[in-house]
């Protein structure tokens, strides 16, 4: 199975701070790789798609970079909305799709 | 609409039985590949199952296949989760999702239900 790595696992930054997590898959997963958001008590929200997509809807501070086995989802300019634990997802191979263990962020 | 709406959760003890319901609405269900995924309390997300559109091809995670049961009904619009031999580490909020295409994106999901497993 394809082990993905994130981190950190969690993040303390504030407003308007530019933040970046990372992501990196145990063998080359080309840019089959998701990115969602997690909310508290809410389901996860799919925001970038094979690496580098933006979902619909989803604001332009939000950018996904990356291929092979290392990635990148970083916001600029964060916002207190975007208070929330976000997680990769790899589908190159499957079964099984693999998560990330998330990143925590939080409002410093 | 469009929306996924899981039920079933409940309290069971270990060994027990439960089956989980997702219906669809607002889109084309029979078209879509669809998933269960669960999170146990505190913690990350954990792929478990995995249907075919038609329902004829199925993928189980290792720590639950033998035990559960991916299953849908595409005129009712709805998929199904049988769980068997419940363990306490199954403990968790399911969630189904749609795939957008057939690899493992998941662009819709539900508000997930919550299974305790508990003596």
């Known amino acids: 199975d394809i082990q993905m790595t994130q981190s950190p696992s969690s993040l303390s930054a504030s407003v308007g701070d530019t933040v970046t997590i990372t992501c990196q898959a145990s063998?080359?997963?080309?840019?089959?790789l998701n990115w969602f958001q997690q909310k508290p008590g809410k389901a996860p929200k799919l925001l970038v798609y094979?690496?580098?997509n933006l979902e619909t809807g989803v604001p332009s501070r939000f950018s996904g970079g990356g291929s092979g086995t290392d990635f990148s989802l970083t916001i600029s300019s964060l916002q207190p909305e975007d208070i929330a634990t976000y997680y990769c997802?790899?589908?190159?191979?499957?079964?099984?799709?693999?998560f990330g263990g998330g990143t925590k962020l939080e409002l410093k | 609409q469009v929306q996924l709406v899981e039920s079933g959760g409940a309290l069971v003890k270990p060994g027990g039985s439960l089956r989980l319901s997702c219906e669809a609405s607002?889109?084309?269900?029979?078209?879509?590949?669809m998933t269960w995924i669960r999170q146990a309390p505190g913690q990350g997300l954990e792929w478990v199952a995995y249907?075919?559109?038609?329902?004829?091809?199925?993928y189980y995670a290792d720590s639950v296949r033998g035990r559960f049961t991916i299953s849908r009904d595409n005129d009712k619009s709805s998929l199904f989760l049988q769980m068997n031999s419940l363990r306490v580490d199954d403990t968790a909020v399911y969630y189904c999702?749609?795939?957008?295409?057939?690899?493992?994106?998941?662009?819709?999901w539900g508000q997930g239900t919550l299974v305790t497993v508990s003596p």
């Open positions: 063998q080359d997963i080309s840019v089959n």
């Open positions: 607002g889109l084309t269900f029979r078209a879509y590949f």
């Open positions: 997802q790899q589908y190159e191979n499957l079964p099984p799709v693999t």
């Open positions: 094979h690496a580098s």
């Open positions: 999702a749609r795939d957008i295409g057939t690899t493992g994106n998941f662009d819709l």
């Open positions: 249907i075919s559109s038609s329902g004829t091809t199925m």
